[in-house]
């Protein structure tokens, strides 16, 4: 059982480019979940899903997109990348929303330089 | 705007002593707290939850307090391990627009063997 898979691991980008994040998970849960953790913060809700097809903003969405096309995928799209998306990313998934415990991915730590 | 306070960034404790590790909260419609323990270069793992319907959660060497009046809650564990060391998140939910979890910075504890 793999939990929740996140890939990659490490990842720099230039400015202006772009990338996917990508997250799938094994446990069959309907609710997945984008964070971002910067240095010495809480982790900050970017988007999330409750279901394929249905995708909701979190925290702080801006410049971000995803998509849910599958239970299993909730990849994470970055446009036009900043310095301020230098942060380490993590997907989670659970099986309700409201207080359930969320299984949370490894971690992808992004630089964009 | 936080709305779950860590106000200590650290701790660190002798082994074997006792861990308290505090979390404060100011939205009212919070009901339901989650500790998280998170390692180096790990995704945060689920620790233990109470619901506000309870003041104490015990799970093994740790217990969780919830002062509600205070909007307070506690993280003890007892007896403290070096394996304890690690960055431990406190994160709230409620209801509707609060359902999702919202975290706090986290405190990274220490403890020496």
């Known amino acids: 059982n793999a939990g929740v898979t996140q890939t990659p691991k490490f990842r720099i980008l230039k400015i202006g480019q772009s990338m996917t994040l990508q997250c799938t998970q094994d446990m069959n849960h309907n609710y997945m979940y984008w964070y971002r953790q910067d240095p010495g913060m809480g982790l900050k809700l970017i988007y999330y899903s409750v279901g394929a097809g249905i995708t909701d903003k979190g925290e702080v969405p801006n410049g971000y997109n995803v998509s849910r096309s599958t239970t299993e995928d909730f990849p994470l799209r970055l446009e036009l990348a900043a310095p301020s998306q230098t942060s380490v990313y993590f997907c989670?998934?659970?099986?309700?929303?409201?207080?359930?415990?969320?299984?949370f991915g490894q971690g992808t730590r992004l630089t964009v330089v | 705007d936080q709305q779950v306070k860590q106000n200590s960034p650290s701790l660190s404790v002798q082994e074997g002593r006792i861990s308290i590790l505090n979390c404060d909260y100011t939205n009212s419609m919070f009901d339901y707290f989650l500790w998280y323990k998170k390692y180096p270069a790990e995704g945060p793992t689920f620790l233990i939850s109470?619901?506000?319907?309870?003041d104490k959660n015990e799970d093994g060497r740790f217990t969780v307090f919830l002062n509600k009046s205070a909007k307070h809650l506690s993280l003890h564990i007892v007896p403290s391990q070096p394996g304890d060391s690690a960055v431990y998140f406190c994160?709230?939910?409620?209801?509707?627009?609060?359902?999702?979890?919202?975290f706090g910075k986290g405190i990274t504890l220490s403890v020496r063997p």
């Open positions: 989670a998934s659970s099986y309700g929303i409201r207080g359930t415990e969320a299984f």
């Open positions: 109470i619901s506000s319907i309870k």
């Open positions: 994160a709230a939910s409620g209801t509707g627009a609060n359902s999702k979890l919202t």
